[in-house]
């Protein structure tokens, strides 16, 4: 009988099976920041994607709109990364 190597439950903590308390929120941690920070189901992340002046319908965004709206982006992904890290080094 082959047995499966051992599972590093720190750096790949299971979302199915976790046998802690803090497994879990490691878990939930990971998968959020995933669904933020990289292209899932959805097509883009809303935190990574580059928006352009193109608004879609037709329409046109001003450059600085459009800077405004990736400047927001990247700080918000920024301090919501920092958070992320503040949790993952809390539990």
Same mark, same amino acid.
């Given at each position: 009988?082959?047995?499966?190597?051992?599972?590093? +439950?720190?750096? &790949?903590?299971?979302?199915?099976?976790? !046998? &802690?308390?803090?497994?879990?929120? *490691?878990?939930?941690? !990971?998968?959020? +920041? *995933?669904?933020?920070?990289?292209?899932? &189901?959805?097509?883009?992340?809303?935190?990574? =994607? $580059? *928006? $352009?002046?193109?608004?879609?319908?037709?329409? $046109?965004? =001003?450059?600085?709109?459009? =800077?405004?709206?990736?400047?927001?982006?990247?700080?918000?992904?920024?301090?919501?990364?920092? =958070?992320?890290?503040?949790?993952?080094?809390?539990?």
């Amino acid at each position: 009988m082959t047995t499966e190597p051992t599972r590093d +439950r720190v750096t &790949s903590p299971s979302i199915n099976f976790p !046998q &802690s308390a803090e497994e879990a929120q *490691r878990a939930i941690v !990971q998968q959020v +920041r *995933r669904m933020l920070f990289e292209e899932h &189901s959805a097509g883009y992340s809303p935190l990574t =994607k $580059t *928006r $352009t002046n193109d608004a879609g319908f037709g329409l $046109t965004r =001003k450059d600085a709109q459009t =800077k405004w709206l990736n400047d927001a982006a990247d700080l918000i992904g920024a301090i919501i990364g920092d =958070k992320l890290d503040e949790i993952e080094v809390s539990i």
